[in-house]
């Protein structure tokens, strides 16, 4: 489909992370290393607060109505396909650094979406509103690192 509202690529978002938090949740139940699970389940929390807050645009009276109701032109589905394939499975020989590097990779590629649908808003509001989608991530991905950090360091 070429034409899409913003709503649904706030929804399409909105289910990555519930995509992911239902893959991080997964991988906690095998059989890992404690530490290991315990960053699976801070994902899995992350990406369940990540969900909830793009679904808060969603809701009746939020105030980013225009905004979701505006259309947009796009040849593609969206610019970047799920990357939930690249989740590999959760092993302890790869420890929490392979896992952290995975989450970042697929917080990079919905900032490379925000990014890009900001470039192309056709108004203001439309470009201020995916600018601060992608400074939402800029800060997650910080807060994401020295946590996951942290956690390392116990």
Do not use: K
Not at 62 to 73: C, E, K, P
Not at 78 to 97: I, M, Q
Not at 136 to 151: C, N, T, Y
């Amino acid at each position: 489909m070429r034409f899409h509202q913003v709503r649904e690529l706030v929804r399409w978002a909105a289910d990555y992370h519930a995509r992911l938090e239902a893959a991080y949740t997964g991988l906690a139940t095998n059989s890992v290393a404690p530490r290991l699970r315990l960053a699976l389940d801070y994902l899995a929390d992350h990406e369940r607060r990540m969900r909830r807050e793009l679904e808060s645009y969603l809701a009746e009276g939020s105030g980013h109505r225009r905004v979701l109701d505006a259309w947009f032109d796009e040849p593609d589905d969206f610019p970047h396909p799920p990357v939930l394939e690249c989740l590999p499975e959760a092993r302890d020989d790869e420890g929490v650094e392979a896992l952290l590097a995975t989450a970042l990779t697929m917080h990079r590629t919905l900032q490379d979406l925000y990014r890009h649908r900001g470039e192309r808003a056709s108004g203001t509001e439309e470009r201020e509103f995916f600018e601060a989608l992608v400074q939402g991530e800029d800060a997650e991905v910080r807060r994401l690192v020295r946590d996951i950090q942290r956690l390392e360091a116990y």
